[in-house]
T-cell receptor
Framework: EAQVTQNPRYLITVTGKKLTVTCSQN?????MSWYRQDPGLGLRQIYY???????DKGDVPEGYKVSRKEKRNFPLILESPSPNQTSLYFC???FGTGSIEQYFGPGTRLTVT | GENVEQHPSTLSVQEGDSAVIKCTYS??????FPWYKQELGKRPQLIID?????GEKKDQRIAVTLNKTAKHFSLHITETQPEDSAVYFC????????????FGTGTSLTVIP
């Protein structure tokens, strides 16, 4: 089954404790993105990648890191999480140039206390 | 960067009536305009999209119109049903060589039986 998966789905952590949210797709997509969703603000792009080892900042990259060492995986890293990073996070992927319809993962709800 | 505005933020319609959601964008380089539906607790799902070389696109009860000169696009849902109740997001992207997406803040649609 073609899908985008994220882990964990729910996470409660404390300020400053490094964490990684994984994202994986099995559709051989070139493009991948991370978004955060907050009430009243819609979805905001954090980082995106157009190929292996190619990543770019989106609208709200501060406090986040990403890596794209393999085509199928695009982990989101929070080196020192803060309460303002409490949010719902979505990973998304698409084929690439000419076919950029995005498929979203199920979401990860992160709470930082 | 691009700025996408979406109106209204909430919309209630009687079952069988039509619903219209409008978005404006600021960057004339944007060429791809998707619409997503997000049911409560679920991931956003693409319902229809349009590229700038097309003025209108229809898929059963859903249609999208684009006015590139005025920089606005709209989602039209006819013969609404209770299962259309969800949050709808518009988005804009350059669409050919990049993977940056800018989302509206969402419209919560309620269809009253």
């Amino acid at each position: 089954e073609a899908q985008v998966t994220q882990n964990p789905r729910y996470l409660i952590t404390v300020t400053g404790k490094k964490l990684t949210v994984t994202c994986s797709q099995n559709m051989n997509h070139e493009y991948m993105s991370w978004y955060r969703q907050d009430p009243g603000l819609g979805l905001r792009q954090i980082y995106y990648s157009m190929n292996v080892e190619v990543t770019d900042k989106g609208d709200v990259p501060e406090g986040y890191k990403v890596s794209r060492k393999e085509k199928r995986n695009f982990p989101l890293i929070l080196e020192s999480p803060s309460p303002n990073q409490t949010s719902l996070y979505f990973c998304a992927s698409s084929f690439g140039t000419g076919s950029i319809e995005q498929y979203f993962g199920p979401g990860t709800r992160l709470t930082v206390t | 960067g691009e700025n996408v505005e979406q109106h209204p933020s909430t919309l209630s319609v009687q079952e069988g009536d039509s619903a219209v959601i409008k978005c404006t964008y600021s960057d004339s380089a944007s060429n791809y305009f998707p619409w997503y539906k997000q049911e409560l607790g679920k991931r956003p799902q693409l319902i229809i999209d349009i590229r700038s070389n097309v003025g209108e696109k229809k898929d059963q009860r859903i249609a999208v119109t684009l006015n590139k000169t005025a920089k606005h696009f709209s989602l039209h849902i006819t013969e609404t049903q209770p299962e259309d109740s969800a949050v709808y997001f518009c988005a804009a992207s350059e669409g050919y060589t990049g993977n940056q997406f800018y989302f509206g803040t969402g419209t919560s649609l309620t269809v009253i039986p």
